[in-house]
Structure formats: C-alpha cells, structure tokens
C-alpha cells in the first residue's frame, strides 16, 4: 500500500478515488480524536466527515516538506472541533484559570477516597473520564488524546499541536491531574453525597 | 518535599518524566502522606481509564460518503497551465479580425499601414532616449534595476513556496 505522501500527491494529479484509501486509514484515528472533545458519536463522525472534506478541498496546501499528512489532517481536526465548540458556546468558563497553574497544586481530599474498590469502578471510571475530558481545557483534552486514543509520540503530538515537546509533558500531566480532580468530583464514594463538590472548592480555596 | 510540590509532580512521577532525585523525594513524601496516596490512587485511575478506553468506530458509510461529497467538489489538483485557453484566446481574436476585415468593416491596409507609422516614431523615439541613455549611463542605472528585480522575485518566490502552505494552514482554522 503506498504511503500518505504518494496518495496525496496521486489526488493533487487528479486521482481522486486515491482520497479513499486516505480516508479508510485515518477515519478511525480522527473520530475518536473529535470524539474526545464532543460527547455525542454522531457529532464526532460528523465533523470528522467534515475534517476529511476540508483537507480534499485544501490538499494543495499540504507541504510534505513541513510535516506528515497524520499531523496536518490532526491540525485540521482540532480547528474544526474547536470551531465547533466555540459555536456551542460550550467551552468551560475556567478554561484560563486551568491553563497555567494551581489544579495540581489543590490539596486533595482524601475522605472521597477511601477504600475504592477496584474492579467496581474500572468501568465506571472510563466512563467517567470520557465525560471529563469534554470538561477540561482544549489543549490538555487534545495532548491526552493524541496521546492515549491515537498513540502519537511525544514528538508527533508536538508537530501536531506547534508546541514544544516539554510543552506537551506538561499538557499531559496538567491534563491528567484535572482528570483526576473532575473524578473526584463527579465521583462522591458515599460520606459527602452531592452536595460536596462546592463544600470541597470552599475547603480548597482556603487552604491555598 | 510539601504536598503542593508533591501534587504537582505525581503524574510525572507515574510517566517516568521526573530526575532520579525528585522520584525519590516523591515516593518519600508519599509514603508518609495519605492525601498525596489518595491523589495518586486517583491519578492512577485515570491513567488506567485512559489506556483502558474503548475506542468507537465509524459509522460503516464513512468513507463512501466522503467520497461521493467530494465527486461534486472541484478537485484539489494542480491547475493546468493556460496555454490553451490563451491560445484558444488568440485565435478567436484573429478570427473575428479577419471576418470583420471580410466584410469591409475594417480596412486592413489602413490599420496596417497606421501600425507601421506609429512603429516608426516609436524607433525614432526610442533612438533618441537610448542616445540620451548613453549620455547619462541610463542603461547602466536601468541594469541594475532589473537585477535588483531579479533578485526580489526569487526571494520572493522562494520564501512564498516555503510559508504559503502554512498560512493556508493558519487559513484552514481561521475558516469556519
Ligand atoms: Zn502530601
């Protein structure tokens, strides 16, 4: 099977049925990439038809020089999920308060987690976690799932995102630290029931 | 090492991302501190929820339904050179000159004999700046402005193929 590059260079000489293979290849990669960021399967094949037919309509300003096709077509992925985003006006408010310090650096409360029991909560905490990636800043939800649901390289998450490869080790850890605080949150194991997400940011606040 | 240091540094610990030193000061720290073990136990969960996530599939007319969008869609090829269309150009041009001529709406021999009139003054004109040019080295000052020229295009050209792809990039997300 030939490479990216040589499809992409068959389409831009007018093949156009050598834009399938493309597609067969990345649409698994691209779904799930969008899909970490909206909940909704449908939406996330949507805009990855819509991620597909942008590249087509743009493939001429693909540079193979500048970067492979996976990361050019991850760029445009991400700008179509963030466009889409921003139109739902869905995006957290704290976005900038997350995006530089403090989450890790919370106190973290340990009464919620007493004695978790494993097996019991793997499942629930895919769960969990899926839905608490659509809450945390864009740019640690995109690293964590080039990362985990696409398998890049630092490096390739790097290229993809135009940041810089200690930038990405940070996103990740940042990002990951706010995963386990939207699970503690989302996730009362008993004593506090629900009133304790609020209890708990008072108690985190002063304790800064 | 405080909690706070500690928080922030778990899940690099769990990545392997830390110096030996601060791994060590880490693990310290959380073996006498069970807030900062319940925060790992916690980061952890994430980690193995992460790893463990199941992946959705598209839907199974994926790819047939890109492709028959994009049968209706201009192709993305490079595009052909004009040649022909200026040709094609050309010889209609002519073609409506000689019809008209035909029919003696226009007088060729008129237009020709104007043409080779107004190329005569333009020779006699063009004499007398290129003696003038001589005079004053014109021809010299205009060399190098067509170097300069030159050299501009190229830079231009080149540093255009190097950013235009990018900028069509930076295009791409600023469109909705
Ligand atoms: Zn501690």
Same mark, same amino acid.
């Given at each position: 099977m030939p490479g @990216?590059?040589?499809?992409?260079?068959?389409?831009?000489?007018?093949?156009?049925?050598?834009?399938?293979?493309?597609v067969e290849r990345h649409q698994r990669g691209v779904v799930n990439f969008?899909?970490?960021?909206?909940?909704?399967?449908?939406?996330a094949n949507d805009l990855s038809q819509e991620t597909f037919m942008r590249a087509y309509a743009h493939l001429r300003t693909f540079n193979p020089d500048?970067?492979?096709?996976? /990361?050019?077509?991850?760029?445009?992925?991400?700008?179509?999920?963030?466009?889409?985003?921003?139109?739902?006006?869905?995006?957290?408010? /704290?976005?900038?308060?997350?995006?530089?310090?403090?989450?890790?650096?919370?106190?973290?409360?340990?009464?919620?987690? *007493?004695?978790? @029991?494993? /097996?019991?909560?793997?499942?629930? @905490?895919?769960?969990?976690?899926?839905?608490?990636?659509?809450?945390?800043?864009?740019?640690?939800?995109?690293?964590?799932?080039l990362r985990y649901f696409n398998h890049l390289?630092?490096?390739?998450?790097?290229?993809?995102m135009q940041v810089t490869l200690g930038n990405v080790k940070t996103l990740?850890?940042?990002?990951?630290? *706010?995963?386990?605080?939207?699970?503690?949150?989302?996730?009362?194991?008993?004593?506090?029931?629900?009133?304790?997400?609020?209890?708990?940011?008072?108690?985190e606040l002063l304790s800064l | 090492m405080n909690c706070s240091a500690c928080s922030s540094r778990l899940a690099a610990y769990r990545d392997?991302?830390?110096?030996?030193?601060?791994?060590?000061?880490?693990?310290?720290?959380l073996a006498?501190?069970?807030?900062?073990?319940?925060?790992?136990?916690?980061m952890r969960r994430v980690d193995a929820a992460l790893t463990r996530i199941v992946l959705i599939e598209p839907a199974p007319d994926f790819t047939a339904t890109i492709m028959a969008k994009i049968a209706a869609m201009p192709s993305p090829a490079r595009r052909r050179v004009v040649w022909p269309w200026f040709a094609a150009y050309v010889f209609?041009?002519?073609?409506?000159?000689?019809?008209?001529?035909?029919?003696?709406?226009?007088?060729?021999?008129?237009?020709?004999?104007?043409?080779g009139g107004f190329a005569g003054q333009a020779g006699v004109a063009l004499e007398t700046l290129s003696r003038l040019g001589g005079h004053f080295h014109v021809a010299d000052v205009a060399a190098i402005a067509v170097a300069i020229e030159i050299i501009l295009l190229a830079v231009a050209a080149t540093a255009g193929r190097k950013y235009l792809p990018r900028l069509g990039s930076a295009l791409l997300g600023a469109r909705s």
């Open positions: @990216d590059e040589t499809l992409v260079a068959l389409v831009l000489k007018g093949d156009t049925q050598a834009f399938a293979p493309l969008i899909h970490a960021s909206v909940r909704s399967a449908e939406d500048l970067g492979k096709f996976s /990361t050019w077509l991850y760029q445009i992925a991400r700008n179509v999920a963030r466009t889409h985003l921003g139109k739902e006006g869905r995006r957290p408010p /704290t976005e900038d308060l997350y995006e530089d310090e403090t989450i890790e650096q919370r106190i973290p409360d340990t009464r919620r987690d *007493a004695a978790p @029991d494993a /097996t019991l909560i793997a499942g629930e @905490d895919e769960a969990l976690v899926r839905s608490a990636l659509t809450q945390i800043p864009e740019k640690m939800r995109a690293a964590l799932a390289e630092y490096q390739e998450i790097a290229d993809t990740i850890h940042r990002g990951k630290a *706010a995963l386990a605080r939207e699970l503690s949150v989302e996730h009362p194991t008993g004593l506090l029931g629900a009133s304790a997400p609020q209890e708990i940011r008072g108690r | 392997g991302d830390l110096s030996r030193a601060d791994a060590r000061l880490v693990s310290e720290h006498g501190c069970s807030a900062c073990k319940a925060l790992d136990a916690r209609a041009t002519w073609a409506v000159v000689a019809m008209l001529s035909a029919l003696h709406v226009l007088n060729l021999s008129a237009i020709v004999g104007r043409i």
